[in-house]
């Protein structure tokens, strides 16, 4: 291909001016006809992905233009017309004939992970901002009265049940620690009546031996008296923290409950 084209050049006519210079040079047929199969392809691949609005269609077209013969007139011109050939075969397409390879375009995988990422998060916000929304409308409902509470039935019949089973506890811890009060202050009564017995059948010796029985009788019942004073003590104390600790506990965490819901 590359000695047809030399053999033109070589038989071209150049055209001789009036005055004697060289008149200009015919453009090429071949270079033309190499165009116009150019444009074709390129408005085929247009007409193909006009209606295309991803990223892909900017990559196709890159490709089309690309891929078409990137012809350099000068360098077909200079290498058809006395110069080398080598600048029109595709033997000598890296030596010098002014060609270049071509550029990829840019990669749309990243575009299209930031655009999954950006609308993963605006469907979060709009999820929160819909979430908000009910609860605020709930709540002021609620507040003012004009709209039922968005509770579960049995949950809150087990926390009255249990408000009203730490008020009944209460009840007894008050009435045990009444009683502690009370059976301590005879506890010491029945101690000092021990003594007083005693001393009367050490002063009164007609009676000693009644005394005497009295006092023992009343130390014996001080001393089992102090001992049921302990166990109700300990009872005081159980119901003290069933009360204040656990079932306070308890209630707090509804309270934050109620507070979330």
Not at 23 to 34: K, N
Request: with cysteine; glycine share 12%.
């Amino acid at each position: 291909m590359s000695e047809g084209l030399l053999s033109k050049a070589a038989t071209m006519e150049i055209p001789i001016g009036s005055n004697g210079d060289a008149g200009s040079l015919p453009e090429d047929d071949g270079l033309e006809q190499v165009r116009e199969r150019r444009d074709r392809r390129r408005d085929r691949h247009w007409d193909r992905h006009r209606d295309s609005a991803s990223g892909g269609f900017f990559q196709d077209l890159q490709q089309v233009m690309v891929s078409g013969p990137n012809l350099n007139e000068t360098s077909i011109v200079s290498g058809g017309y006395g110069g080398s050939a080598e600048g029109i075969g595709p033997a000598g397409a890296g030596k010098g004939s002014g060609l270049h390879p071509p550029h990829a375009g840019p990669p749309t995988g990243g575009e299209e992970i930031v655009r999954g990422i950006a609308v993963e998060k605006f469907d979060i916000v709009k999820k929160w901002g819909i979430n908000t929304y009910k609860c605020t409308k709930q709540l002021i409902s609620e507040r003012f009265g004009r709209g039922s509470r968005t509770v579960d039935l049995e949950l809150e019949t087990q926390i009255e049940l249990l408000r009203e089973t730490k008020r009944k506890y209460e009840c007894v811890l008050q009435l045990a620690r009444g009683l502690t009060h009370h059976f301590y202050s005879l506890v010491q009564t029945q101690h000092a009546l021990g003594d007083a017995f005693a001393d009367l059948s050490q002063k009164s010796p007609e009676l000693q031996e009644e005394f005497g029985y009295n006092a023992e009788t009343q130390k014996l019942l001080c001393k089992n008296g102090e001992t049921l004073l302990g166990a109700v003590n300990f009872f005081v104390s159980s119901i003290n923290t069933l009360v204040n600790k656990t079932m306070e506990d308890t209630l707090m965490t509804v309270k934050q409950y109620e507070t979330a819901r």
